[in-house]
């Protein structure tokens, strides 16, 4: 089975930057999305990137267009997540997930991520 663990959370200055990265462990000869979701105290988890498996396809919701950068080194195995010009309301855990389902495009719907890290957190002072 597959299993995903983020790590590069931390604590930031607002208009700092982090990576995040998603390391993705088991046996698998599958091609498949992947993404970036966080959740913040009291709110529900809201979808912040996606992409597709080869990387040359990504999405981004209005409020991290610009300033998030989703990748992917499939060789290692890993998913990244480049965050820039921080701010406090980007504080929340954010977790990765895969949708093993999903072969030729990205997906922004929680209900097609099939397999889910357990989060890192991410907070911006201010």
């Known amino acids: 089975q597959v299993q995903l663990v983020e790590s590069g959370g931390g604590l930031v200055q607002a208009g700092g930057s982090l990576r995040l990265s998603c390391v993705v462990s088991?046996?698998?000869?599958?091609?498949?999305?992947m993404g970036w979701f966080r959740q913040a105290p009291g709110k529900e988890r809201e979808f912040v990137a996606a992409v597709n498996w080869s990387g040359g396809n990504r999405y981004y919701p209005d409020p991290v267009k610009g300033r998030f950068t989703i990748s992917r080194d499939n060789a290692k195995n890993t998913l990244y997540l480049q965050m820039n010009t921080l701010k406090p309301e980007d504080t929340a855990v954010y977790y990765c997930?895969?949708?093993?389902?999903?072969?030729?495009?990205?997906?922004?719907?929680?209900?097609?991520?099939?397999?889910w890290g357990q989060g890192t957190q991410v907070t911006v002072s201010s």
């Open positions: 088991g046996r698998s000869n599958d091609r498949y999305a």
């Open positions: 997930a895969s949708a093993r389902r999903v072969y030729t495009d990205y997906t922004t719907r929680q209900n097609e991520y099939d397999t």
